[in-house]
């Protein structure tokens, strides 16, 4: 399944997350927090899902304004957060830089 932050733009750079969950998860959000080559703060970017039970992949794309980049460019680090409804995290995962800021 494709999410982009501007659905009708596809141009941009998509993170592609698979997931392997046991049960559906209903009401639940992506969060992705990016650190772009042109500015030095993390931006939030909230994309809502369902994930089903059964090895759902989606595409996340940060698309038009949200990345204006183009397609050569890459994030500097990020952090990707599924949140169920009230806000748990299912699953998290992020970059080595994201791990480990500069000093």
Request: net charge positive; aromatic share 10%; proline share 9%.
């Amino acid at each position: 399944r494709i999410l982009r932050t501007h659905a009708d733009t596809r141009a941009g750079f998509y993170f592609l997350v698979r997931l392997a969950p046991t049960t559906a998860v209903a009401n639940a959000r992506f969060e992705l927090q990016v650190i772009r080559p042109d500015a030095p703060e993390p931006k939030t970017f909230t994309f809502s899902v369902d994930a089903p039970a059964t090895g759902p992949v989606f595409e996340l794309g940060l698309t038009g304004a949200d990345w204006p980049g183009g397609a050569k460019a890459r994030p500097v680090a990020w952090k990707l957060a599924l949140l169920a409804a009230d806000g748990r995290v299912l699953a998290e995962q992020q970059s080595f830089l994201w791990e480990n800021p500069a000093k």
